[in-house]
């Protein structure tokens, strides 16, 4: 099983739609959470972080579920200038406190 | 502020030749990374710099890849000899400490024919 899975899409969606992404991790000893986006051809940025407590930054929610081990992105009101990779990554805190990165979920918002 | 800055951006070898990448960070970053990222996947982590020290480079091919930190500052990855499947982006990442913030440069694109 693959320490971080993402489902590739890509999703297609009319602008103005929510969309939602999940994001399943395989060690129970994770502590930390990120989305990170990826435009074509770019280097990966920083969405957010995911908190336990979930968290909102405008049109993007983040949501952490410890149990059932998996973290979620809700996109509202889709804009064009969503289209993108987005890839979840979580910190294994071993003693190197490694990133590890998912495959990344591709979206494509038309107009 | 400056970024992350990497080069060479683009570099076509043939199979067993060499090649070298060079970054140098965000200033005063303490942790550096270099990742692997092969097109349709996302980044794998090759190797982590703490300082001028190794953390953890366990997914390094290290009968071919190499990479050091040698003032805490600058790194530099090489592969020697390259192989077709090491075709890929090779991204560098810093960040203030190993639970901080990634911040990539735009990486080097390696073509290996």
């Known amino acids: 099983r693959k320490e971080v899975e993402q489902d590739p899409g890509p999703f297609n969606v009319p602008e103005g739609a929510t969309v939602a992404f999940n994001c399943t991790y395989s060690n129970s000893a994770s502590q930390s959470f990120f989305w990170y986006r990826q435009d074509c051809r770019k280097e990966p940025k920083l969405l957010m972080s995911v908190y336990s407590s979930g968290n909102e930054d405008g049109r993007f929610t983040a949501q952490l579920n410890r149990a059932s081990q998996y973290i979620s992105l809700l996109i509202r009101d889709s804009k064009l200038s969503d289209s993108a990779t987005y890839l979840c990554v979580v910190n294994k805190e071993d003693s190197s406190y490694k990133l590890i990165f998912g495959s990344g979920t591709r979206l494509l918002v038309r107009p | 502020e400056a970024g992350v800055a990497q080069s060479p951006r683009y570099k076509i070898i043939e199979k067993r030749q060499s090649v070298a990448f060079w970054c140098n960070p965000i200033s005063g970053h303490a942790t550096l990374y270099w990742y692997q990222q092969i097109l349709g996947q996302g980044p794998k982590l090759l190797i982590q710099?703490?300082?001028?020290?190794?953390?953890?480079d366990s997914q390094l091919p290290k009968d071919r890849f190499s990479a050091e930190r040698l003032k805490g500052v600058d790194s530099t990855l090489k592969i020697q000899p390259a192989k077709l499947e090491d075709s890929a982006v090779y991204l560098c990442?810093?960040?203030?400490?190993?639970?901080?913030?990634?911040?990539f440069g735009e990486g080097s694109r390696l073509t290996v024919l």
């Open positions: 710099f703490q300082n001028n020290g190794v953390v953890d």
């Open positions: 990442a810093s960040s203030l400490d190993p639970t901080g913030e990634l911040f």
